[in-house]
């Protein structure tokens, strides 16, 4: 219908989808085969049609993490990253910012050269075949500790910088609860002070989040914030986000499956109010929708005007994290 047409229309950034949560159970199945493994249960358990199986974030990420022990070879994380970009570019995403988390990798045996790799090729191969910008977003873990972010960090930063350049920023993801983000103030510290962009998941669900938003922006200084829709209760710290073009990276079909809220009603309000909001994925493969789907979800499920569709996909190229000359021709 004509919405959706306005929707693929739409020239679109992404700024917040995991590259492991665009492993599809098809995929997860291939790869298993080649690197002649048994398919970890909690994919075998998933089908094509049904998808993964979880109804909050710890039931999510129960699946998340053993479903990815098919990702061995440069080759595997290579193919995930381009069957992920092959959708993108088929939704008309012109830029694109991929987090990706190495100690998930790292933790069970595969090099950190060995993801970068394979997921620095595949941009490579998307940016010349699709015309698409994209970068990369290192997360640490946060339910590992500061030590092992300062271990990852410093396994980026020994590497010739001709091999991370497609890493821009850096990030904070996996399990909020008991790990606030002052936890890693000194790991954020360093990568500031190498120039990385910086950001930090703080998620709606949680115990404390306006504290969490507070550190992150406070001791973090983190350029954006992923989800934090909870910042709708903070006068003080909407005026911050404002005046310091903090965006918000959220995700309204992955909030509704999480945490069985998909926030339209405070996307709309932060927008109205001048926050940079942006719609975003999460973890496609797992929630089952790409940016499109949750683009169609707000305008069908609040009375977003189309216009303010437009400015959200402003927003993202305006607080992406894209060089200057490129950014121009986006916008
Ligand atoms: C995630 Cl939905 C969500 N929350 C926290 N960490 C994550 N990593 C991948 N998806
Ligand atoms: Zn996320």
Not at 86 to 112: K, M, W, Y
Not at 130 to 136: D, K, P, R, V, Y
């Amino acid at each position: 219908d004509d919405l959706e047409g306005f929707i693929q229309g739409l020239p679109k950034a992404e700024l917040h989808v995991h590259l492991e949560g665009c492993l599809t159970p098809d995929l997860a199945a291939r790869l298993a085969k080649r690197n002649n493994m048994n398919l970890p249960e909690s994919v075998s358990k998933a089908s094509s049609s049904t998808g993964f199986a979880f109804h909050d974030l710890i039931s999510f990420l129960a699946v998340y993490y053993p479903a990815m022990s098919v990702l061995q070879t440069p080759q595997d994380f290579h193919d995930l990253a381009m069957d992920y970009l092959t959708i993108a570019h088929s939704q008309n995403i012109r830029h694109c910012e991929l987090f990706f988390d190495p100690q998930a990798h790292t933790s069970r045996g595969v090099t950190f050269s060995t993801v970068v790799e394979g997921y620095s090729s595949a941009l490579t191969k998307a940016q010349t075949d699709f015309g698409i910008s994209c970068s990369l977003i290192m997360c640490f873990l946060r339910d590992h500790s500061a030590d092992s972010a300062m271990t990852t960090l410093t396994s980026l930063l020994s590497l010739p910088k001709s091999t991370t350049s497609l890493i821009t920023g850096i990030g904070l993801d996996s399990d909020e609860r008991n790990n606030p983000p002052s936890k890693f103030t000194e790991v954020f510290a360093l990568a500031r002070e190498h120039n990385y962009n910086l950001t930090a998941h703080c998620d709606i669900d949680q115990q404390n989040t306006l504290s969490h938003i507070h550190q992150a922006l406070h001791d973090l200084k983190v350029h954006r914030l992923d989800h934090g829709t909870n910042i709708i209760d903070s006068p003080d710290l909407i005026d911050y986000a404002i005046k310091h073009n903090i965006g918000l990276t959220t995700c309204p079909i992955s909030n509704s499956i999480v945490t069985s809220d998909f926030k339209g009603k405070e996307i709309l309000e932060l927008l109205r109010e001048g926050v940079k909001v942006t719609v975003n994925s999460d973890d496609p493969a797992y929630f089952r929708g790409y940016l499109s789907e949750n683009l169609l979800k707000l305008v069908r499920e609040t009375d977003v005007m189309w216009s303010e569709v437009v400015r959200m996909q402003r927003n993202a190229f305006e607080i992406s994290w894209v060089d200057e000359e490129r950014r121009v021709m986006l916008l």
